[in-house]
């Protein structure tokens, strides 16, 4: 197939909004004063990834979609076994010298692992149902005890996503949803103390203005400090000064919202939402089931990353520790992410070859089944 | 051919996708508004919150002016202090690393731990909080290296006044302490801030307005950690004035000291010293027995410390040369002198006899000698201290007169000194004595004036009462002619900048109406007092202090009246007699003979005068 044809069949503007995001980020996070040069290093190697992910055939991981997980559970073992703890919590596996948060690639691990196993039928049984449960309880109970509340959030939120994309009936659906519910009352219990806490501030956050309840009060005035069109770059004040905890990670969108403002927000806002739209349209273009799955569980992990980051950071919703896609610091976060946004874009390069004028031409045939590889 | 344009996407929209793409756009929706809400409607306030978190107003304290003697030695300094301070909004969020900070600073600064969390909880959380006692030099260092590992605490200096031998000069100075509730409303229309110290005995509080500086200010912005990034806006503090005393460091010292080996000697506990400058009023040397460590009270004075002073029965705390009043005793027979001569009642050659007692209406009246002196004038009587004479002059006087001429010599007003708390003494006549007694005793023997009373105010005694201020200022008065100064102790005082902001300005506050031949005469028994050989002169011989001058002793009873009455003894002089520059008045409360107890100690201070004279008189340097 001729480079024209590549052309043509690229989704045009993923990577668009995709560069725009990586600038943006790049931005915020040289604004709240992290390590910018790892950042540009973590970008490049996300876009070696990326590539690399667009380039390769999505459907050869399906047959190892096993190994794949049996991959993840032993990186996440490895974790509890000889990872690196900070600020209480065990994530990191030293690699080659960089740290590695498998948590982080674990929600694109998981996003292709259930996708291979809910195409494989129409429709979806209890037993699948079941199954996909099963599936994604080892590496969710293994990442909360880790403890990393907000990562588990999103593994829970991909898995219902997928189900759903997947077909499983409203009353499945809503019966995990009022398993849920019955759960719920036990989470205290489960949760580590600090996470308790983070979740009793959240329904109360003017308790304890000094102790716990200091993250979201500090970000919150960050946000609306930046008004309508924010304080400039590199000149917020909460943010500059250091008000606002874990800028260049969990509170970036604060940073961010407090220098760009409430116009600086909707672009945000609306390039994220547009790159969803995008995820979603390769999956109503995928040539496959499986494909369908890929694309729309990287939607479910980037939407569930987006809406509880911003929403934690202008106090809908409880702390959990979750980076904004592309956006907040960190390696492993940010090169999985292109990764997978890489991989919806194989997709998108190897989708349905709808021909109008030449249907059965068998070189066209020929095209299509030359991908099809 | 090869058709690559018929390659057309074609989205197969499923109804889950529109669903999912539906739930995607609603949840940021709900972002957006919730974004609209917070940056827009919620905007400023939370911006102004923001504000409030960065910027804060500091107060840059103003230096207090220091006080210096006549020539520029300091006499009190300010020097820095340290105090530990937290910010308790930077206090660690995390319950184990605030308990591990807290224990820290309990035992770094001695505080019981939960007293300190009680403050620090109470308070503001982004302004500082001052936590526990003063740091001593030792605590600053020990604290200041543990600072990195205690995020919010930090150090601060500030300038805590200082005196200088507060024995000798304490109560000229006084001392300053923080304002308590009295200060503050008293001083609050002024701009007193609660954490602000006030002079509130001595020159500290009589010199006030000169002395406080005009505090600064400046906006800074501090990060989370309570480190000022920069500051927007700043306003610089004044420093108070600087304040020249009219005292001589050295002949305070020299005063003091001879007041206090004249006590131990006589086996005394309290007395009182004041060196004027009869042309001017400039106070040299004022002195006050026993004295206190006016420090103690710029740290917080301790409970113990504070009844330690307050119960002990020398009362260190009263400034007995401008607030002890007591009975001049004999040191008054130069107004009665003075009254006798200039109301045409003697003259400087009257002579009159001096027996050993005179009788008044049935009562005896006694002379200190139980023989009679014989025939004399007045400066005779002055030298000898012939009570009976002064009884018959006063009794040809009158009590009314008598008092007008002990209110023209300054007695019964308090004097104008810098400082608070001057007691005015008492001059009494016949109308005083009636206003003492309730209405129905008008007419009783104890509310009517009687000739006793009038004849033992010509001797110093009745109801009259003085201060060594005054003292000073009476034998002054007689030395320059008759001119009461107002007393000051203040010879200059320059701003912040060097200018010359107050500066001597002799006032004279009353003029004795004596004519000047009737006040020499008055000197002339002055002089004889101090020159009668085997008496008086013999302080100035065994001194090596030529007796040019004038001087009087005084013996005084205190404590109602009859034989036997306990005594306070009193010496007054000037000196040189031509030219007189200097007078003084020594006070020994308790003392029983003035020429033995209070002169010596007056020829002390003399001594040392005469000896250093060119350099108590050099000016500012």
């Known amino acids: 197939m001729s480079t024209t044809a590549l052309w043509r069949r690229l989704d045009h503007l993923q990577p668009l909004l995709v560069?725009?995001?990586?600038?943006?980020?790049?931005?915020?996070?040289?604004?709240?004063?992290?390590?910018?040069?790892?950042?540009?290093?973590?970008?490049?190697?996300?876009?070696?990834?990326?590539?690399?992910?667009?380039?390769?055939?999505?459907?050869?991981?399906?047959?190892?979609?096993?190994?794949?997980?049996?991959?993840?559970?032993?990186?996440?073992?490895?974790?509890?076994?000889?990872?690196?703890?900070?600020?209480?919590?065990?994530?990191?596996?030293?690699?080659?010298?960089?740290?590695?948060?498998?948590?982080?690639?674990?929600?694109?691990?998981?996003?292709?692992?259930?996708?291979?196993?809910?195409?494989?039928?129409?429709?979806?049984?209890?037993?699948?149902?079941?199954?996909?449960?099963?599936?994604?309880?080892?590496?969710?109970?293994?990442?909360?005890?880790?403890?990393?509340?907000?990562?588990?959030?999103?593994?829970?939120?991909?898995?219902?996503?997928?189900?759903?994309?997947?077909?499983?009936?409203?009353?499945?659906?809503?019966?995990?949803?009022?398993?849920?519910?019955?759960?719920?009352?036990?989470?205290?219990?489960?949760?580590?103390?600090?996470q308790r806490r983070r979740l009793e501030i959240f329904l109360d956050p003017n308790q304890d203005p000094l102790g716990a309840g200091y993250n979201l009060l500090q970000a919150r005035i960050a946000v609306g400090a930046g008004g309508l069109f924010g304080q400039g770059w590199l000149r917020g004040l909460q943010g500059q000064l250091g008000f606002v905890p874990e800028r260049a990670t969990d509170f970036v969108f604060a940073i961010f919202a407090e220098e760009f403002g409430l116009f600086g927000s909707l672009v945000l806002l609306a390039v994220f939402g547009l790159l969803l739209i995008r995820l979603l349209r390769t999956a109503a273009v995928a040539p496959d089931r499986f494909g369908e799955l890929v694309a729309g569980g990287v939607f479910l992990m980037i939407l569930v990353q987006v809406v509880e980051n911003v929403g934690m950071n202008i106090g809908l919703l409880p702390i959990a520790g979750i980076p904004l896609p592309l956006i907040s610091y960190g390696g492993s976060a940010t090169i999985t992410t292109l990764a997978a946004l890489g991989l919806v874009q194989s997709v998108a390069l190897r989708r349905r070859a709808v021909v109008h004028a030449h249907q059965g031409s068998p070189r066209t045939h020929g095209v299509a089944s030359e991908f099809a590889g | 051919m090869i058709q690559l344009g018929g390659v057309t996407p074609r989205a197969r929209w499923s109804n889950r996708l529109v669903a999912a793409a539906s739930v995607a756009v609603l949840i940021i929706g709900v972002l957006a508004i919730e974004l609209a809400q917070l940056q827009v409607v919620d905007g400023a306030k939370l911006a102004g919150m923001a504000r409030a978190n960065s910027v804060h107003r500091i107060v840059l304290e103003a230096e207090r002016g220091i006080i210096y003697d006549r020539h520029g030695a300091p006499l009190v300094t300010n020097s820095p202090m340290w105090n530990l301070e937290v910010v308790p909004a930077v206090l660690p969020i995390d319950a184990r690393a605030l308990a591990a900070e807290l224990s820290e600073l309990a035992r770094i600064t001695g505080e019981p731990e939960e007293k300190l969390a009680t403050a620090l909880l109470a308070a503001d959380p982004y302004a500082s909080v001052r936590v526990g006692p003063d740091l001593s030099q030792t605590q600053e260092l020990a604290l200041n290296e543990r600072l990195p590992d205690l995020p919010g605490a930090s150090i601060v200096q500030r300038a805590v006044r200082t005196y200088i031998e507060p024995l000798v000069f304490g109560h000229v100075l006084g001392y300053v302490g923080p304002l308590n509730d009295a200060d503050l409303k008293r001083l609050g229309p002024l701009g007193y801030q609660p954490r602000e110290v006030v002079g509130k005995v001595g020159v500290e509080a009589g010199l006030e307005t000169l002395l406080r500086g005009k505090d600064g200010w400046a906006d800074v912005e501090v990060d989370a950690r309570g480190q000022v990034v920069r500051t927007l806006n700043s306003q610089a503090p004044i420093a108070g004035a600087s304040v020249y005393l009219s005292l001589d460091a050295t002949l305070q010292r020299a005063t003091a000291q001879s007041l206090a080996e004249g006590l131990v000697r006589d086996h005394k506990t309290a007395g009182a010293s004041v060196v004027i400058d009869p042309r001017t009023g400039e106070v040299l040397a004022l002195v006050s027995l026993p004295g206190y460590d006016t420090n103690l009270f710029t740290h917080g004075i301790s409970q113990a410390d504070y009844s330690r002073l307050i119960n002990d029965p020398d009362r260190p705390l009263l400034n007995r040369a401008i607030a002890g009043q007591y009975a001049p005793g004999s040191t008054f027979k130069m107004v009665t002198a003075t009254a006798g001569l200039q109301e045409g009642k003697i003259t400087a050659n009257t002579l009159l006899s001096c027996p050993s007692y005179i009788n008044v209406n049935g009562w005896i009246y006694h002379n200190w000698a139980s023989y009679s002196l014989g025939q004399m004038n007045v400066a005779k009587a002055l030298a000898t201290s012939c009570d009976t004479f002064f009884y018959q002059v006063a009794a040809m006087v009158g009590d009314v007169t008598l008092a007008k001429y002990a209110r023209a010599f300054g007695f019964g007003q308090a004097t104008g000194i810098e400082m608070p708390g001057v007691m005015p003494g008492l001059v009494p006549d016949r109308i005083w004595k009636q206003l003492q007694c309730g209405v129905p005793d008008l007419n009783s023997d104890a509310c009517r004036w009687s000739t006793g009373d009038t004849i033992t105010f010509g001797i110093g005694q009745s109801y009259l009462l003085t201060t060594p201020l005054n003292q000073a200022l009476y034998v002054a008065a007689v030395a320059n002619g008759g001119h009461v100064m107002k007393p000051t102790l203040v010879l200059e005082a320059r701003d912040a900048s060097g200018h010359v902001v107050q500066s001597l300005q002799p006032v004279v506050t009353s003029t004795v109406p004596a004519s000047d031949a009737n006040l020499m005469a008055v000197r002339e028994g002055m002089r004889e007092e101090i020159n009668r050989p085997y008496n008086m002169n013999y302080w100035f011989r065994a001194a090596g202090v030529p007796a040019d001058g004038g001087g009087k002793t005084g013996t005084a009873q205190w404590g109602g009246s009859g034989l036997d009455l306990p005594t306070h003894a009193w010496f007054v002089f000037f000196a040189p007699y031509a030219q007189p520059e200097i007078a003084l008045s020594i006070f020994v409360e308790k003392g029983e003979l003035s020429e033995v107890e209070a002169a010596p100690i007056g020829v002390q201070v003399m001594k040392f005068y005469r000896e250093h004279v060119a350099t108590i008189r050099a000016g500012l340097s």
């Open chain 1, 19 to 194: 560069s725009m995001l990586a600038a943006l980020g790049l931005m915020t996070v040289y604004s709240a004063h992290a390590d910018w040069g790892r950042q540009v290093l973590w970008l490049i190697l996300g876009l070696g990834a990326y590539a690399a992910a667009s380039a390769f055939d999505y459907r050869r991981l399906r047959p190892v979609a096993l190994a794949l997980y049996a991959g993840m559970i032993l990186l996440l073992l490895a974790v509890h076994l000889v990872g690196h703890s900070a600020l209480g919590a065990r994530r990191w596996l030293s690699v080659a010298g960089f740290p590695l948060e498998p948590s982080e690639l674990s929600k694109l691990l998981l996003v292709v692992v259930l996708a291979a196993y809910l195409s494989r039928g129409e429709r979806l049984s209890w037993r699948t149902f079941g199954g996909a449960l099963l599936i994604a309880a080892p590496p969710a109970c293994l990442i909360l005890t880790q403890p990393d509340l907000g990562t588990t959030i999103v593994l829970v939120g991909v898995m219902f996503g997928m189900l759903f994309l997947a077909g499983a009936r409203a009353w499945q659906l809503f019966s995990l949803v009022l398993a849920g519910g019955v759960a719920l009352p036990l989470l205290p219990y489960l949760l580590h103390g600090y």
